[in-house]
């Protein structure tokens, strides 16, 4: 097995200079005046104090009948023995992995992690956030993410993400979970949706089934529309409000529930902190994200109700009275219809746009600050 050895000295450039001055009985000045340089660059030079230039290599290479790429060398190792005295690579080494392990600079950012100023504050900073003790610990997730498909996530960020998300959800005290209450009440849950200042009530309704509600911003390549999991026997739903929009926050919401009616299998984030990886591995088969999602599809639209409108139309142009029409019918909000319209190709994406309304300024107080 090879190792690297470090010198105890490096002979400057200056010192090998003046042994081939001494050899040929040559002075400073003799120097100076061969290389047509001041006497005080070349009293720098052999000094150390300035260095050589790849111009200076070149002089000194036909002055003494050597190689510029010689001095260039001499030069080079000489500045990196001398850098390499007060080096910490350890520590180098030990930031580069946490920074590989969590978005760090995005979490400071967010003062999801704190300001640090040494290698070790960092490194216990990273372990607070995962909730482990030592960086030597294993630390493992089981989640349901809802991301957009064909992109690859980077599972750091996501880490983060539900991290954040389990740490405000810790902070919340729902009523016990009640699932056949939650399914018996759906639809009564789902008529809210026909007024989008309801929306501020979701929060509320969900902790009384015995549901963690978190809305936390997603962060940069995740791809998050929402997620589900468990803390202890309480589920946890948290949406990231990608797209604000009235259709996407009642999709992915619903979307979400089913999971977790349903019991659909989840996703796992391993992190083992003293090799600094992190991996995901997904245990949710597609077969279960499309049952979830047709699920959400018919709780928010009668699939029936939903048909007979499509055949009332059909040839027809998709005119907002129309649109608001069947939303009122369905108790839903117009958005609501338009998104499922705009999914389905019957609506271009750019018409009536001022339907989908946004849902985050009926959400202040609830979405996690930036």
Known sequence: MSRDITPARVSSPGRII?????????????????IKRPVQTVNEIIRGN?????DTALELAAAFGTSAQLW?????????WLSSRNFNAESIQRRGKLYTLLPVRELVRREWLPPTKSTDELEQAV???????EASDAYKMVVNFRCSSGKEPDVPSKLAWIKRVEQLAKKQKPQPFSPEKLREDLPKILRSSEEIANIRNVPEILSNYGIHFVLVPQLPKTYIDGAAFYIGNSPVIALSLRYDRIDSFWFNLCHEISHILYGHGQSYLDVNLNDYETEGKEAISSDEENEANERARNWLIDPGAYQQFLRAVKGQYFSRQAITDFAKAQHRHPGIILGRLQNDGYVPYKNLRKLLQKVT???EGFIDCL
């Open 50 to 54: 300035k260095q050589i230039t790849p």
């Open 18 to 34: 003046q042994r081939e001055l001494n050899a040929r009985g040559w002075t400073q000045t003799d120097l100076a005046e061969i």
């Open 72 to 80: 260039l060398n001499l030069e080079s190792n000489y500045r990196l």
């Open 127 to 133: 372990c607070d956030f995962l909730g482990v003790k």
């Open 361 to 363: 300024p009926f959400l």
